[in-house]
């Protein structure tokens, strides 16, 4: 934290303890009073934390890369989410097959598909904080190689409970996959071309699910269910060769953790100050816990302008953070949560992505009860049909945002809010329901595969262009908790697919496509309404947020009306 003096003549300034502001790179926090200086401050600092390494970078930062490495990370990270994603719906299309083969019961097959999506999106909390320790790589390697082995046992187990059991644990391993993609991204790309990429990523969670029908049904047909987990053995198998070979690390979580000791035993720097002497007036306090500066501080006096100076180490080759900073994760994790704009972009999400799961598993049951079909012409008309709609969606959603973010950008030298993306997603929030509603009840009255097409293809392309502005809003809007705020993303997701699918078989058997598809199209009005709050009143309730935080942590900005008018930091 720098500290510049008020203009020559003036009485008293404010000194704002901010951390917000760029910091030293290295500096030893000890006490000084002398004399000379007739200066007594106090910073006590937090005895495994005295350094603040947040700021030191690695050598090769991603936001550096060539277009050519960030797109093929681009493409290895979707394409391991799209696996992740198409291992939620692949076997759905087998599904009586494997009752008949083991004996297994309606229930037990239900729960099979929703337990799946619910560890899916939970487990998402572990993987995270082993990325905030160990870094990305590490996760994807382990998620991988925990996701190959459940596929190996899947295809060769013979009982319906030991199944169940291992696709909990094929889930697990694929949900850091899903878990932390978008951070991924969000470490190599920028905010101004980040919505364009995250519009291509997104394609792979709402992709995977509309694949997985086809594929499933596919290998079910030519040889039997087992192949399908062969087939989702040699993605993940490719998987973790690729990245065990290719995949260079994106955080900086690896280059941080492993000489945290060393900057421990470095030893105090000694004090240096100008020969300028200034007068305190009081004395002030700064509490220093990991990359935050925490405590009060109060005004003081200067009779001339003081030269600070810093000492510092160079060691920014060997610095890491300490694995300790794994135990600051809860409380980003709690940092990010408790902000109302948060909550509210987490539900909307939640609800976008569960629609999308669950339109394509409604459609299937619609094609083969009312139509006859098989499930490889099911899951042929379910992938062409919602695909194309959410690469077109997801494409060009991110693309128009991306679009507004820069004209905005230029028009206000640079300051603008994340609120700004969600504009591009207003007419499509509002026409949303209106389409799911309409060809619900349509697909309902009139028996034609045409109308099941249309409102495959109208809904992928809303549900994407809607979906992908949200996630790249979400990274925007948390600025150094993107992880964190891409896991409880993540979290929801699961919480709201696993509700979808435990209750859209019931309410299809009892009240027909017309009534499921009305009660989503609450559910969508409700993430447009939520939609235009976030818009409105997300700048002021993260301002409230941020004050809030500073608060807590003791952070004091006392106002410079009495004084010079000078705040400085």
Known sequence: MAMHPPDAGTEEGVVAATPEQPKPAMIRSRTASSDELSISSTIVADPELPYDVEDIAPESDPYSWSVARKSFTLCLVSFASMTATLSSTIQNPAVEQIGAELGASGAQLGLDVSTFI???GVMALLWNTLYEAKGSKFVYLVSLALFTLSNIFLARNQRIAVIIGLRCLQAAGSSALVAIGPASLADIYKPDERGQKMGIYNLSLLLGPALGPILGGTFAS????????WFLTSCSGSLLLLFSMFFRNTSFGNFRASTHKEALQLPSPPLSASTVTPTWKETFTVNVYGNKFNG??????SQSPVEAQTVQHSNSSRLHTALADVALFKQSLSLVIRRKANLLAFVISGILFAFGFLVHFATARTLGTSFGYDPVRTGLIISVA??????????????WSDRAFMMRKAAVNDQIDPELRLRSAVVCACIFPLQVVGFGWLSQEIESVSIVVVKLLTGGFLNNWFFSIMMAYIIDANPGRSSSAAVLASVFRGLLAFTAAETAVPIQDHLKNGWLFTIWSGMLSLAAVCTLIVMLKGRKWRDQAELQDRQDQGILELPATPMSGKTFV
Not at 222 to 229: E, G, H, Y
Not at 386 to 399: E, I, N, Q
């Open 386 to 399: 919602y695909g194309a709609g959410c690469v077109v969606g997801g494409v060009l959603g991110g693309r």
């Open 222 to 229: 030519r040889w039997d269910w087992r192949a399908i987990f």
């Open 296 to 301: 009060s501080v109060k005004t003081l006096t």
């Open 118 to 120: 619910l560890v899916q």
